[in-house]
Structure formats: C-alpha cells, structure tokens
C-alpha cells in the first residue's frame, strides 16, 4: 500500500490520521521522516509520553492511528489500560518502548495494542509497522478492541421521565465529560428526543431498520443530526398510518455501527417489547430504569428488573424513582417499593415541577439547567463515566456502576 492511500485509509475530515507523543528527539526525527515519506497529512507529533496521551486524548478527538511512547512508564498495561478508556472506539495504537522483552510484547497485543516497536527505531521498521496496521492482518489489524458503552433507557410507566433522563444523561456525558455521545431514540413514531433537544427529526432511520443491508459509516454520516461537537442525535418522526417494522438485526448492526464510532450510546427505549427492544437489552452494558413510585410502576419495574437478570445478566441495571414527591400521599413509600422490586432504588429524582418541564418545553436538556433534578442527573452522567462519587454520595449507585463488564 503507498503512503497516499495510508492516508486515505486513515482520513476522516474531522479526525487526525496520525498522532505521535514520542519522548526523546532521536524517535521524533524517525517518525517525521516516515511521516513526511509516507505523505500523511493530517499528523501531529508532540513531545511526550503515554501520560499525555491520556490527557490529550481525554478531551479532543483520537487519531486513527496513535504512536505512543512507553518507556517511561512504570506500569505499562494499565497506562495501555487507561488510554483504551479515553480513546474513542476504533483507533489503532503503536508502542514504542526500550524494553526487548517478548512477555511484555504479548501482554500489550493482549490489551489490544497493534504493534510494539522497541528502540531506536529505524524509519523501514515504523513505516512497515504503520502499513501494516492501516492494511490490517494478523495482530497488525487490532485496534484498541473497545466498543463504545450502551446505556438503555427505559420508562417503567408512560410519562415517568425516561426521555428527560436519556436526554441530560447524553448531554451531560457529552458536555460536562467531552465524551462523544450519540442518542438513539428506538420510538420512531411517538419518540420525543428530537423535541425534548430542540432539533428536527432525520430521515432515513425507518428505512434502515427496516433493511439491514443499508446500514454502513456512510448511511450514519447522513443520518445523525448534530447537537453540539460531541453529541449527536438518531431519530424519527414517522407518519403513524403504518407500522415501523424494524428487524432484529438492523437494529444489531446498528448498534456495532454506533458503538463503534462513539465512546456511548445511549439509547431511549420504547416500552414495547418487539425485537428491537429485546436487540437492544439483550447487548446493552447499562439499563436504567425510570419508574414513579405507583403500584403499577412497581410491578413493572420488578418484571423489567427480572427480565434483565435472565437475558443479560452482565447488564448493570440502575433503578431511578422519578416525579417523586408528585403525588406525595398516594405514592408507595420507598422501603415499600424496594422490598416489592426485590432490591434498592438507586437514585431518586424529585417533583421539580419548576425547573424540569419549562427546559424541556425550551427543547433543552433538563441537565443543562440548574435545580434538584439537573444535579442528579449530573452526579448521576459522571458515575456513568467512571467518575468516584464524593464522599457520603450515591455509595450504592457507584457500587452497582462500578462492577463493570
Ligand atoms: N422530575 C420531574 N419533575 C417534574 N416534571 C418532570 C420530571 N421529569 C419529567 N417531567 C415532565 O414529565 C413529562 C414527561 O417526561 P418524559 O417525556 O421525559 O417522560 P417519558 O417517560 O419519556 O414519557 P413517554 O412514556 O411518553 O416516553 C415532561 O413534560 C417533563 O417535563
Ligand atoms: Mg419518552
């Protein structure tokens, strides 16, 4: 392969095709020689080590392919282990280090490293390790392996706040965490995402629920509407005449499509059942679910709670009592309700009859704004991300979100 079509390969408008963070200026020079030989354009060579790569990465966009120095690092697996984790999804990592250890060089092809390079690196050795990566083939082909995160959001009952949940979790996660989100409303015919952020439906989901085979990078490009740099919508606002059809695994491929180019995925779940639902809970990592605290909302988030332990019991399931306070003397109260579920309620979101329905009403994101109910759901995207609960805070909760899968 030339180097032109290195570049192509690795060339998206948007992201880098190459990052190096490469710490003494003999392996800099090696790397702007191949550089410049194989014509990458967009390439950014820094000086430094996999500990500003974390950093970087953390916060801008990650280049398809990283060039990372380890030498440096004491503990080189979980500095690999921490890049995975702010990468987004799909990009492929080279290490260069000065250890000539075979051990090591597994272990890193284990944690989904393409290639180890040890030093001093020569130009043909990098630029054999580069092609080799964007050509694919053998352990060259792997990429970090990480699939960005599913969280489901599902409505125990109409009406209980699930939407506003799904909407602030991906906003929040988006803005305040610089993750890149998409929000995928599965209810193609009364789903209210679109409104609830102020954008207009897209066309074309139907069609590719419908019909696997249309379903690829190209179709997503046109069919996400974008929100903000890092958050992207999926929705639909079909005619209510007919039926959405949507097969089982058009919603499976589209889920690796999305899960592939986004660090989470969050998707608002209708209360029916039919395949698409089930695709979805079936590989989903999260399932949050809205209830209020009525003896409908009871049973149904006990059913929904069961149902998940017996087909995906790795999901992490987080039981959120929405509107609480609402209806004050006819709600269950909440040891009532969690003995009735058969576990505890994870977090509470009250009645904020001031705050809540004015920003949805705006088309903003309830998180956005200020209140009792934006903090939680606030708190609630940074436990998502991995983020340690302060002190006294959401124990349970970060408990639960931290056995992850
Ligand atoms: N904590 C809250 N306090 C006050 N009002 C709320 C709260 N949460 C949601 N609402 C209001 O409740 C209404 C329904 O919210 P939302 O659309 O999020 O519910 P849903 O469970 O997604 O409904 P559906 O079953 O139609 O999908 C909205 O008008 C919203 O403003
Ligand atoms: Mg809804």
Not at 141 to 157: D, E, F, H, K, N
Not at 325 to 348: C, K, N, Q, S, W
Not at 382 to 393: E, H, M, N, W, Y
């Amino acid at each position: 392969m030339s180097g032109t079509a290195l570049a192509k390969e690795t060339g998206t408008q948007e992201r880098q095709q190459l990052r190096a963070f490469v710490a003494d200026d003999e392996t800099r020079a090696v790397v702007e020689q191949v550089v410049g030989d194989l014509v990458i354009p967009a390439a950014a060579i820094h000086r430094g080590t996999i500990r500003d790569a974390i950093k970087l990465l953390g916060r801008q966009r990650s280049p398809r392919v990283l060039l990372v120095d380890i030498s440096a690092s004491e503990l080189p697996l979980s500095d690999i282990n921490e890049l995975a984790e702010v990468c987004e999804p799909g990009v492929s990592v080279v290490a260069i280090g000065d250890r000539n250890d075979v051990g090591l060089f597994r272990e890193l092809i284990n944690h989904g490293i393409s290639d180890y390079l040890v030093k001093p690196l020569t130009p043909s050795l990098l630029q054999r390790s580069l092609l080799a990566v964007v050509e694919g083939g053998g352990a060259h082909s792997r990429q970090t392996g990480r699939l960005g995160r599913t969280i489901a959001v599902m409505g125990c009952r109409g009406g209980v706040g699930a939407t506003t949940v799904a909407t602030s979790l991906a906003w929040a996660i988006a803005t305040r965490r610089c993750r890149r989100v998409v929000l995928f409303d599965l209810d193609l015919q009364f789903g209210s995402v679109a409104l609830g952020m102020d954008l207009d439906p897209a066309h074309g989901l139907r069609d590719a629920l419908e019909n696997p085979g249309r379903i690829d990078g190209l179709y997503l490009e046109r069919t996400l509407v974008r929100h903000s740099e890092t958050l992207w919508v999926l929705s639909a606002e079909e005619t209510l005449d007919d039926p959405v059809r949507a097969d089982r695994d058009a919603v499976g491929l589209l889920l690796h499509e999305l899960q592939s180019k986004f660090h989470f995925v969050v998707v608002d779940l209708p209360r029916q059942l039919g395949p698409a639902v089930q695709q979805v809970l079936q590989s989903a990592n999260n399932l949050l679910l809205v209830s209020d605290l009525s003896l409908a909302g009871m049973r149904d988030t006990m059913r929904l709670n069961q149902l998940m332990q017996a087909t995906n019991a790795s999901c992490i399931v987080t039981v959120i009592a929405s509107r609480v306070g609402e209806y004050r003397t006819g709600e269950i109260p909440r040891a009532e309700f969690e003995r009735g579920i058969g576990r505890p309620i994870d977090l509470v979101l009250p009645f904020d009859p001031k705050h809540v329905p004015p920003l949805v009403n705006a088309g903003r994101p309830v998180a956005s704004g200020s209140g009792p109910t934006a903090s939680a759901l606030c708190r609630l995207a940074d436990q998502l991300c991995g983020a340690k609960p302060s002190a006294g805070k959401g124990g349970l909760l970060a408990r639960l979100l931290s056995r992850r899968s």
